[in-house]
């Protein structure tokens, strides 16, 4: 199956090197363009990608309106495409709004050619990246606030929620938390991919959240995580 992308940068040389690393994979294939965020809107609707890889600063209608506009104005009954942001810039107030908006990803634009396209894959799966420094400052951005306060996070009384998780559960937080995928924490853990999967859906429902990133953050408040996850952390990728 092939994973149809449309790419929304400003600059022309950005899409064409974008273009280059995506067309080179078998399974990918960018079916269009966009050079500022109305395009990106117009495109996403028009012809209905998998997945938009969108840069976050644009003139006029930045990425994070773009991404906004089109998963809430998304026709049912067919999902809405899911949107990996692109960035130079590894925290600011744009990966709190893209996170808000609903992109599924945010990948620096400096990531490796295969980083970039298995994000790609990733997403287009239903799993939610993000780069690896940026999940590390979102977790000492955000620790020591309430949990009420995390991107699109609902409020309070989380932490206690803990103690209701069984050892096997808590393995699993802990791993998610390290940034391991389903695939990774079943081989860690001796698990099906499908058991781990039915594992994270269950304890992000149980603890109230929306995605790992939330779930990351949570453990490392509650104590389960010495430090938060450095640099060379794989990125949290969120199953739904």
């Not at 744009?94 to 808000?100: D, N, T």
């Not at 009384?157 to 937080?173: P, Y």
């Not at 995605?211 to 953050?217: E, P, S």
């Not at 996850?229 to 990728?237: G, K, L, N, Y």
């Amino acid at each position: 199956m092939t994973i149809r992308v449309l790419l929304a940068d400003d600059q022309e040389m950005v899409r064409a090197a974008l273009r280059a690393v995506i067309d080179r994979r078998e399974d990918l294939c960018v079916v269009g363009e966009a050079a500022d965020g109305e395009q990106a809107v117009d495109a996403a609707f028009r012809l209905r990608p998998d997945v938009v890889v969108m840069d976050v600063r644009m003139p006029g209608m930045t990425g994070v309106e773009a991404t906004r506009r089109i998963l809430t104005g998304w026709p049912p009954p067919d999902p809405p495409p899911r949107v990996l942001v692109l960035t130079t810039f590894d925290l600011d107030e744009y990966v709190h709004s893209a996170l808000r908006a609903g992109a599924y990803g945010f990948l620096l634009k400096n990531s490796p050619p295969d980083q970039l396209a298995h994000a790609i894959r990733v997403v287009a799966g239903g799993e939610a990246m993000l780069a690896p420094s940026v999940t590390q400052r979102l977790i000492t951005t955000f620790a020591g606030l309430p949990l009420g306060l995390l991107p699109g996070a609902p409020a309070s009384g989380h932490h206690g929620l803990i103690d209701s998780l069984t050892e096997r559960e808590l393995q699993v937080l802990i791993l998610v938390a390290r940034g391991l995928s389903n695939l990774q924490i079943a081989d860690a853990l001796g698990l099906t991919q499908a058991n781990v999967k039915s594992r994270v859906n269950r304890i992000l429902t149980r603890l109230g959240l929306d995605n790992r990133v939330q779930a990351a953050i949570l453990a490392y408040e509650a104590g389960l995580l010495t430090a938060p996850p450095h640099e060379e952390t794989r990125p949290i990728a969120t199953e739904e």
